[in-house]
């Protein structure tokens, strides 16, 4: 692994079911974020977790959860899926939690994305 | 009002030529700004920071004024594999965590 990781590429999904959406880094970073992109719109923010065994809510939380039992991982899942949640989400981490201006550390990097589509 | 804003384009250039794109963004208190690149159905990825005395990085030069709250990317000499979507992202303070704020992003299309 180099980097981060997703799984699956791309899903179809009935409504109603229940997905998870995997995302695994070797970085050792301690800041990891999901995203969601949809066109004509910029990435806005799902979850977040600074630190393994913490989560946090972002801009679009609903209907969505995260955990962070360790370092390396961060599954999004969705409980019941909508149509609305047809999206591409992507995964990113960065080795600060918290932006600090210049130093690179701060920059995200991020997952080659999950295309998702729900019927 | 968007936190960022971008213009959509499609901005359609000839290869070598200039391009200029803007952001402009609401909070006056944002920290750092960056400009990412991404490519189509492919993951976003920083192309450069943009600090407050501008920078420049080969073709490539970003520039902030903080006073209209703006910030800019110009590339020069533009080659076909410029060919990509360019997202303006700000750091506003708050929020807990390392907070950035993605413009929907200016697409830029070189042609030969």
């Known amino acids: 692994i180099a980097g981060i990781t997703q799984a699956p590429t791309s899903q179809i999904l009935a409504a109603g079911r229940r997905m998870t959406l995997r995302c695994t880094q070797d970085?050792?970073?301690?800041?990891m974020y999901w995203y969601r992109q949809d066109l004509g719109l910029g990435l806005r923010l799902i979850h977040y977790?600074?630190?393994?065994?913490?989560?946090g809510k972002g801009e679009v939380p609903d209907g969505y959860s995260v955990s962070r039992a360790n370092t390396d991982d961060f599954p999004l899942t969705l409980a019941s899926a909508v149509p609305s949640q047809t999206s591409v989400y992507f995964c990113?981490?960065?080795?600060?939690?918290?932006?600090?201006?210049?130093?690179?550390?701060?920059?995200?990097?991020f997952g080659p994305g999950t295309r998702l589509t729900v019927l | 009002r968007k936190e960022v804003e971008q213009d959509p384009g499609p901005f359609n250039v000839p290869e070598g030529a200039t391009v200029a794109f803007n952001c402009t963004y609401s909070?006056?208190?944002?920290?750092?700004f960056f400009w990412y690149r991404q490519d189509c159905r492919k993951e976003p990825k920083l192309l450069m920071s943009?600090?407050?005395s501008g920078n420049e990085d080969g073709r490539f030069t970003a520039q902030l004024n903080r006073a209209s709250q703006y910030i800019s990317l110009l590339i020069r000499d533009s080659k076909l594999s410029d060919s990509a979507t360019y997202l303006c992202?700000?750091?506003?303070?708050?929020?807990?965590?390392?907070?950035?704020?993605f413009g929907a992003g200016t697409r830029l299309a070189v042609h030969p």
């Open positions: 909070n006056s208190a944002s920290q750092s």
């Open positions: 970085m050792r970073h301690n800041a």
């Open positions: 943009v600090y407050s």
């Open positions: 992202v700000v750091n506003p303070p708050g929020g807990g965590y390392n907070k950035l704020i």
């Open positions: 990113a981490s960065s080795d600060r939690s918290y932006g600090t201006g210049r130093t690179s550390t701060d920059t995200q990097y």
């Open positions: 977790s600074n630190t393994a065994g913490t989560t």
